[in-house]
């Protein structure tokens, strides 16, 4: 089946530095992948959309010069999360369409910003 | 704002039983169902969708759908202790691929 290579799975960082974050197709090619955050006990928000070759499409109320996500690839999408706070610390999941009507997700990455 | 409900439970169900577990939605256009399981610490896993009305089957899970009440259930049929984790009900947003999640039911079954 599909899978999505998701990493780092576990990162933690200081106040102030950015964390790239990548998401690899791997048998397959993601024209759009998707970004969430989840909260501890909450469900997972979309926070973006990225298309390959094209901007990424941002929820409202996601800071688009905080959260950079890049699509160069068809199979290569990642997320940079610049001056992360402590606020920021979140686990985030990237998800990429497959077929017709389906989503396959990478494994998270736990983030903790100190 | 498109939602998705669900009660967040505990859902506690003894072992063997039958677990129903619930969601409604606020799209009206959606036509895509999902229902994922989360294991703490864990990214979502697709245990079923569903597209068209009525009840779809797949070994001990059977999902069911009504368009007309915008309602989507879950059904876990002799429940394992395995089985004890937030089950996570996703909508399809109607006219882009995107998912809109509810914020899970927690499922305890007791040994």
């Known amino acids: 089946g599909a899978v999505v290579s998701q990493h780092p799975s576990r990162v933690i960082c200081k106040s102030g530095t950015s964390v790239k974050i990548e998401c690899r197709s791997l048998d397959f090619q993601a024209t759009t992948m998707f970004w969430y955050r989840q909260f501890p006990k909450q469900s997972l928000m979309l926070m973006a959309t990225?298309?390959?070759?094209?901007?990424?499409?941002?929820e409202q109320g996601v800071e688009k010069d905080k959260f950079l996500i890049n699509h160069a690839s068809l199979t290569l999408s990642t997320l940079t999360v610049t001056s992360a706070h402590p606020e920021d610390s979140s686990f985030y999941i990237c998800?990429?369409?497959?077929?017709?009507?389906?989503?396959?997700f990478g494994s998270g990455t736990r983030l903790t910003v100190v | 704002q498109k939602e998705v409900e669900q009660n967040s439970g505990p859902l506690s169900v003894p072992e063997g039983a039958i677990a129903s577990l619930n969601c409604t939605y606020s799209d009206r256009g959606s036509q895509s169902f999902f229902w994922y399981r989360q294991y703490s610490g864990k990214s979502p896993e697709l245990i079923m969708s569903?597209?068209?009305?009525g009840d779809k089957e797949d070994g001990r899970f059977t999902a069911q759908l009504n368009k007309a009440s915008q309602y989507v259930s879950l059904l876990i049929r002799d429940s394992q202790p395995s089985d004890s984790a937030t089950y996570l009900c996703?909508?399809?947003?109607?006219?882009?691929?995107?998912?809109?999640f509810g914020s899970g039911t927690r499922l305890q079954v007791q040994p």
């Open positions: 990225s298309n390959e070759g094209s901007k990424a499409t941002y």
């Open positions: 996703a909508v399809e947003q109607a006219g882009r691929r995107a998912l809109t």
């Open positions: 998800s990429a369409s497959v077929g017709d009507s389906g989503y396959t």
């Open positions: 569903i597209y068209s009305n």
